[in-house]
């Protein structure tokens, strides 16, 4: 995880100024999907620099954000201060007590897990019953040719970090193994949210196609 890590750490400065196209094409249905609600206990796992951890908040949600990268964290912390940040790896148990959160989300990081069982039982075992997980990748049939970033156009993350192409039926393998069953799954196209990152000819050969999948899942 250290190319990861250090990817992610240089990405700091300026992740919210050159968001990532991903996580902002997949905003509103993430929150949709979540449905943030006051008084749920919402883990927010990667949380980053606390983009979706501050929309929980505001939703009168007990949230807590998580991520191992502590620059990221430090950025979160100044956006909201009243809300606890954990720094911790994924790849690792986590440091919550069994049953203990409403809802669980994770924007845009299990393509960084390799070994997806692991965290998806841990998704499990810290998710209360009738809990949802919400999480969201990078389409698994995504078509990358042609895409084009307009401010950054030589940026591509899997040059500088791990990044792992899971397949639907890897997902599925692992829903199936830790126990969760599949309750809403959301193909994001590119849409006019990214207009601006993309450049003229990008963004008319990609619009409509498929860039992003949000899973909803229950643990029964």
């Avoid at 609600?37 to 980053?48: M, P, V």
């Avoid at 960084?112 to 499990?124: S, T």
């Avoid at 990078?138 to 591509?156: L, Q, S, V, Y």
């Avoid at 830790?178 to 050969?205: A, C, M, W």
Wanted: glycine share 4%; hydrophobic share 35%; with cysteine.
């Amino acid at each position: 995880m250290n190319r990861t890590l250090n990817a992610y750490k240089e990405w700091a400065k300026t992740y919210d100024v050159h968001p990532n196209p991903h996580t902002l094409v997949e905003h509103n249905d993430f929150i949709k999907l979540t449905d943030p609600r006051k008084n749920e206990f919402i883990l927010d796992a990667a949380c980053g620099t606390g983009k979706y951890t501050k929309e929980f908040h505001k939703a009168g949600a007990k949230v807590t954000g998580l991520d191992f990268c502590e620059q990221m964290l430090e950025i979160a912390k100044e956006k909201i201060p009243e809300v606890q940040f954990i720094n911790h790896n994924l790849n690792k148990k986590f440091p919550f007590k069994a049953s203990y959160f409403d809802k669980i989300t994770c924007g845009q990081t299990i393509k960084h897990i390799k070994y997806l069982n692991p965290v998806f039982a841990e998704f499990y075992r810290i998710l209360k019953k009738g809990g949802k997980l919400i999480f969201s990748v990078t389409h698994p049939e995504i078509n990358f040719e042609g895409f084009a970033m307009r401010f950054r156009p030589k940026f591509r993350l899997a040059q500088v970090s791990d990044i792992f192409h899971h397949k639907f039926a890897d997902y599925f393998d692992a829903f199936e193994y830790s126990g969760f069953r599949i309750d809403r799954i959301k193909q994001v196209p590119v849409n006019s949210s990214i207009k601006h990152l993309l450049t003229e000819k990008s963004y008319k050969i990609l619009k409509g196609r498929y860039e992003v999948v949000i899973f909803r899942l229950i643990k029964p």
